[in-house]
């Protein structure tokens, strides 16, 4: 009798629902307290935006340590995104978070009382570390403690509150732009040691993700998470059932504290599970984790955030407030434009919002590199009506990543992963994108310059182009699909 109503709680987790079920409050609040942290990470990367050209005139640095500045942050984090994943499975979510919002505020204290290039390096390394621990752990945390009907929607909050982080850094940029120089970037930086203390306090209200305690073996405190954030008491079962079957955990075993097996769960044989140990399923889901990152970030967006007044610089625009005020309007239409991701993608599915918002990108790009190659031939230094089409098909661009690949590609990578590697897994995602952000903005300058700004955005381009075939033919949809339920179908 009761396996007959765990199978019928997965029924609706495999099958689309006429009648939606309504959001589970309790797993939202959850998820919005997690994901908050990423505020500082969005808010740590794009601040460089606004803040170099003020740190050149106080601290002499150069074009090229301002490429450095401004990508190492995100090689720096691969250190942290790969200590994630075993931090996180050894004293779980709830406390990786905890940590991520301590090292975030070292940071930022770092930050605004460095005097040179190599101390703004040290709080660079540090910030890094704690984006790296955002990042992995946001989304994870989130996908585990969701139901199936609202996991895209609490999965997509870690990069709503990244671009809010985004917009929140260029807002400061033209709040502190009116300062001292050697105040003004300072304070930028600073104000960022303000919210990690108020996130880190948020976080003790969280329950730990049920996964990580039935692989601890506390089924009863997983099965008490579990009522509170399935949409009914069957779904909760159901959804225990699966996870202890992951774990290894025989079904009839259902003490509040179970001893849970060894076998093939210590660390050394959950990375020989992903390169020695190779099934046809995990290796195609790792491959597509990783290649659904690199293109993440190789079709260009982190240049279009962290350089974007050096390239409306280009079409036309001169004054600060003038380009300071028009990186808020893109920074609005990233943060406005993410909550279609965050409210459709149950409804609409992964891939369909995945091939229109790289479709846009390519189409934004291609206008973007066509128009200030326009400028370029035209020799034109006023701001003309090509100058506004340029700002237009970056508001475009932007939005475009917005929808899909960028909230996407962490909601995707998370849900497919298997348990018995997602932390793992999903560091090994988090140091592609971050390897990537960090090649990118830290060529971005140097490119422009060998292949002029018109041929860096038809480069990107071109990548877009090949994600869009990638995703098209590689990418089976996931939406409504318990998480134990999605390694079936890369095993077909």
């Known amino acids: 009798m009761e396996e007959e109503k765990i199978e019928a709680a997965r029924e609706p987790l495999l099958a689309t629902k006429q009648e939606r079920p309504k959001k589970n409050k309790y797993a939202l609040g959850c998820g919005v307290l997690a994901s908050m942290t990423t505020i500082l990470m969005g808010y740590h990367v794009a601040v460089m935006s606004g803040a170099q050209k003020y740190m050149q005139e106080d601290l002499g640095i150069t074009d090229t340590q301002i490429e450095i500045l401004s990508g190492v942050i995100n090689v720096y984090s691969l250190a942290g995104s790969l200590a994630a994943g075993c931090t996180?499975?050894?004293?779980?979510?709830?406390?990786?978070?905890i940590l991520a919002s301590?090292?975030?505020?070292?940071?930022?204290?770092?930050?605004?009382?460095?005097?040179?290039f190599a101390i703004l390096m040290i709080g660079r390394f540090v910030a890094g570390m704690a984006?790296?621990?955002?990042?992995?752990i946001a989304p994870v945390y989130t996908s585990e403690i969701s139901p199936a009907s609202m996991?895209?929607?609490?999965?997509?909050?870690?990069e709503v509150f990244i671009n809010s982080g985004v917009l929140l850094s260029y807002v400061s940029n033209l709040a502190f732009s009116g300062f001292p120089i050697n105040l003004g970037w300072r304070l930028m930086f600073g104000i960022a040691a303000i919210p990690p203390a108020f996130f880190a306090c948020g976080v003790l209200f969280m329950p730990e993700s049920p996964r990580w305690l039935v692989m601890k073996g506390r089924l009863g405190e997983a099965r008490s998470v579990l009522v509170k954030t399935s949409d009914s008491p069957e779904e909760?079962?159901?959804?225990?059932q699966d996870i202890k079957e992951a774990v290894g955990i025989p079904l009839e075993i259902n003490g509040d504290v179970v001893e849970v097996p060894k076998t093939e769960k210590n660390e050394e044989n959950v990375w020989k599970d992903m390169?020695?140990?190779?099934?046809?399923?995990?290796?195609?889901?790792i491959a597509t984790v990783l290649i659904l990152q690199f293109f993440q970030q190789a079709s260009g967006i982190d240049s279009v955030v962290l350089y974007t007044p050096r390239v409306l610089e280009k079409v036309g625009l001169k004054t600060d407030t003038q380009l300071l005020g028009a990186t808020i309007l893109i920074g609005v239409a990233k943060v406005g434009s993410i909550?279609?991701?965050?409210?459709?993608?149950?409804?609409?599915?992964?891939?369909?919002?995945?091939?229109?918002s790289v479709g846009g990108m390519i189409i934004s790009l291609i206008v973007l590199g066509l128009g200030i190659e326009i400028i370029e031939?035209?020799?034109?230094?006023?701001?003309?009506?090509?100058?506004?089409?340029c700002i237009l098909a970056a508001v475009a661009f932007v939005m475009s990543f917005s929808i899909g690949l960028g909230p996407l590609a962490w909601v995707y990578s998370s849900e497919i992963l298997p348990l018995r590697i997602r932390g793992q897994g999903a560091s090994l995602g988090t140091a592609m994108n971050r390897i990537i952000s960090g090649v990118v903005t830290m060529t971005f300058i140097s490119l422009y310059q060998a292949i002029t700004v018109a041929g860096s955005f038809f480069l990107y381009a071109g990548i877009a182009a090949m994600s869009w075939v990638f995703i098209y033919f590689c990418l089976p949809e996931t939406k409504g699909r318990s998480l134990e339920d999605i390694e079936v179908l890369f095993a077909k």
């Open 88 to 97: 996180s499975d050894w004293i779980g979510r709830r406390a990786t978070i």
């Open 131 to 136: 984006m790296g621990y955002a990042l992995m």
């Open 275 to 285: 390169f020695i140990r190779l099934t046809p399923a995990v290796k195609r889901i």
């Open 377 to 389: 031939w035209t020799h034109e230094e006023d701001f003309s009506w090509v100058g506004v089409v």
């Open 236 to 240: 909760a079962e159901a959804r225990l």
């Open 102 to 116: 301590i090292i975030f505020f070292v940071g930022a204290v770092i930050m605004s009382f460095a005097t040179n």
């Open 339 to 356: 909550l279609v991701a965050t409210f459709t993608s149950d409804r609409l599915g992964r891939r369909f919002l995945f091939l229109v």
């Open 151 to 158: 996991r895209g929607f609490l999965s997509s909050l870690p």
